[in-house]
């Protein structure tokens, strides 16, 4: 626990996201292709005309709700918190759907398999959406609706 | 192993980081992007923990001529900066900070919230039609 930040989880965070880029690696070292889920997400839907083999992003979504299922079944549950009104939850969809199949990439494609690749690309697109991120939030903030 | 059996196990390797790191609650994403409120720090110890299998993985692939279980890497440039890249991200950014909620995630959460998530990746899935539809 950090005293400073009591919610915060870095021993779950840092395990987890070991997970998330051991993922990532299955699918670079393994199949050749970024671990972006936006991008596999489209190809799997229909949404994307270039890409990896439709099975192949197909399997990888199912797999992300699958893995989830895993960690609630073995820990007792895993504890989310969701808006109570829909509309945030459909706007933000909206935009971040759109948004990633413009810029190409979300968290985990331009984030992860981009920044630590050094892609000028992805570390310019994470550093435009996480300034993006905090600028939003800060709105909401000072707009009262947070 | 068949090429869909590796993205499987991909799949679920990440869906079960994404869960068990926290990064499946939108809140606790909201609370990372709220600088000027309770800021949560997790998602940066999660991003940092990503970095480094694939930091030795990256190192591992440019020694190979073609990946373990397909016929050769398909992977995309790296140095492409234009306005379509910078406005894409600055959008996804915003419905970002919206919802709390990242592609990822929001389908991991199908299996965790299904109620709640189907409606964000429904919506998801509307914006990618109509970024294929606007760019026809």
Not at chain 1, 42 to 50: K, S
Not at chain 1, 125 to 132: D, H, L, R, S, W
Not at chain 2, 73 to 83: A, E, K, N
Request: with cysteine; proline share 6%; aromatic share 6%.
């Amino acid at each position: 626990m950090i005293p400073v930040f009591p919610h915060a989880m870095p021993v779950e965070g840092f395990v987890g996201g070991l997970m998330i880029g051991l993922a990532a690696a299955i699918m670079l070292l393994g199949l050749g292709r970024i671990a972006g889920v936006s991008g596999l997400a489209a190809r799997a839907t229909g949404l994307a005309d270039t890409g990896a083999p439709r099975v192949v992003a197909a399997a990888f979504i199912l797999g992300l709700p699958l893995g989830a299922l895993i960690v609630s079944m073995f820990t007792g549950g895993v504890v989310t918190h969701f808006p109570d009104s829909p509309l945030p939850l459909i706007i933000g969809g909206l935009l971040v759907g759109f948004g990633t199949r413009l810029g190409s990439g979300c968290t985990s494609g331009h984030g992860v398999c981009g920044m630590s690749r050094l892609s000028r690309r992805s570390i310019v697109a994470t550093a435009v959406f996480m300034g993006a991120g905090f600028a939003t939030v800060a709105a909401m903030r000072a707009g009262g609706i947070l | 192993m068949n090429r869909a059996g590796v993205a499987l196990i991909a799949g679920l390797l990440f869906g079960t980081g994404l869960a068990f790191s926290g990064m499946a609650d939108p809140q606790r994403v909201q609370s990372f992007l709220d600088l000027f409120g309770n800021w949560d720090p997790t998602l940066a110890f999660v991003m940092g923990g990503a970095m480094i299998p694939m930091a030795i993985a990256w190192v591992i692939q440019r020694r190979l001529d073609k990946p373990f279980a397909d016929a050769h890497f398909d992977l995309p440039g790296t140095s492409r900066i234009d306005g379509k890249l910078a406005s894409g991200a600055v959008l996804f950014g915003m419905g970002w900070g919206i919802s709390g909620l990242c592609p990822g995630p929001a389908l991991a959460d199908l299996a965790l919230a299904p109620g709640k998530a189907v409606i964000v990746v429904l919506a998801m899935l509307g914006g990618m039609i109509a970024h294929r539809v606007a760019t026809r």
